[in-house]
Nanobody, 127 residues
Framework: EVQLVESGGGLVLAGGSLRLSCAASGFTVGDYAISWFRQAPGKEREGVSCISRFDDGTFLSESVKGRFTMSSDRAENTVFLQMNSVKPEDTAVYYC????????????????????WGQGTQVTVSS
C-alpha cells in the first residue's frame, strides 16, 4: 500500500527554521517525483518544491527560493523540506505528493497530476 506521511510542522517565529519530513512506504522515493505543496486558508494549493532522480530540488514557487531546501534520504525512504527564514505568509498546511514524471515536467506544478498525497502537516509562522 502506497502511503506518504508528513511530520515536523508546528508553530515557529518569523525568521526561524523548521524541517518537514515526508516518509514514504509502498514504493521507493527515488523512482518518482516527490513534491511539497502548501495550502493556506482560502487559497489554492500551491507547489513549493520538487525532487526526483532527474532533478535535485526544483523550486515550484519563486517565493521560497533561497529559503527552502529539499532533500531526500533514500535509506530512510524519506523526503525533507528544510524551511529557513520563514515568513508569516509561509503559514499553510504542507502536503507531500508523488508524481510519475520528472520535476521539469510542466505539469509538476499542478496538483491534479499527482497520484498519492499525504494527510498534511500544519505550519504556522507568527510575526
Amino acid at each position: 500500500e502506497v502511503q506518504l506521511v508528513e511530520s515536523g510542522g508546528g508553530l515557529v517565529l518569523a525568521g526561524g527554521s523548521l524541517r518537514l519530513s515526508c516518509a514514504a512506504s509502498g514504493f521507493t522515493v527515488g523512482d518518482y517525483a516527490i513534491s511539497w505543496f502548501r495550502q493556506a486558508p482560502g487559497k489554492e494549493r500551491e507547489g513549493v518544491s520538487c525532487i526526483s532522480r532527474f532533478d535535485d530540488g526544483t523550486f515550484l514557487s519563486e517565493s521560497v527560493k533561497g529559503r527552502f531546501t529539499m532533500s531526500s534520504d533514500r535509506a530512510e525512504n524519506t523526503v525533507f523540506l528544510q524551511m529557513n527564514s520563514v515568513k508569516p505568509e509561509d503559514t499553510a498546511v504542507y502536503y507531500c505528493a508523488r508524481g510519475r514524471f520528472s520535476c521539469s515536467y510542466s505539469g509538476s506544478r499542478k496538483s491534479s497530476t499527482y497520484d498519492y498525497w499525504g494527510q498534511g502537516t500544519q505550519v504556522t509562522v507568527s510575526s
